[in-house]
Nanobody
Framework: QVQFVESGGGLVQPGGSLRLSCAAS????????LGWYRQTSEKQRELVAA???????NYEDSVKGRFTISRDNGKNMVYLQMNSLKPEDTAVYYC?????????????????WGPGTQVTVSS
């Protein structure tokens, strides 16, 4: 079983930046990729950024050029640098496993998520 604990969210003005962190623990060796998801009360959880163990990355179109995902394999940490934030980025952000098959990133839901971290973009 894998556990994730997210941190780093907060309230920021439009155009501002935040850096999210995620500590992963447990049986993560078999997970091919990790990623950041977000969810609002109006939308289902969506995958916004993913990174493989080899550090190949992929982004959802709305965050390309603004968000950067990174990881520290030695520390089992995943990060999301978010710049030029917009009100529509407001959500609870979770980190989790991502499937990676032949270059395609696939959201995975093992039914066990961390507490998430709230990001609110508002003036």
């Amino acid at each position: 079983q894998v556990q994730f604990v997210e941190s780093g969210g907060g309230l920021v003005q439009p155009g501002g930046s935040l850096r999210l962190s995620c500590a992963a623990s447990g049986s993560i060796f078999g997970i091919t990729a990790l990623g950041w998801y977000r969810q609002t009360s109006e939308k289902q959880r969506e995958l916004v950024a993913a990174i493989t163990r080899e550090k190949s990355t992929n982004y959802e179109d709305s965050v390309k050029g603004r968000f950067t995902i990174s990881r520290d394999n030695g520390k089992n940490m995943v990060y999301l640098q978010m710049n030029s934030l917009k009100p529509e980025d407001t959500a609870v952000y979770y980190c989790g496993a991502v499937g990676y098959y032949g270059g395609t990133y696939v959201p995975v839901d093992f039914g066990s998520w961390g507490p998430g971290t709230q990001v609110t973009v508002s003036s």
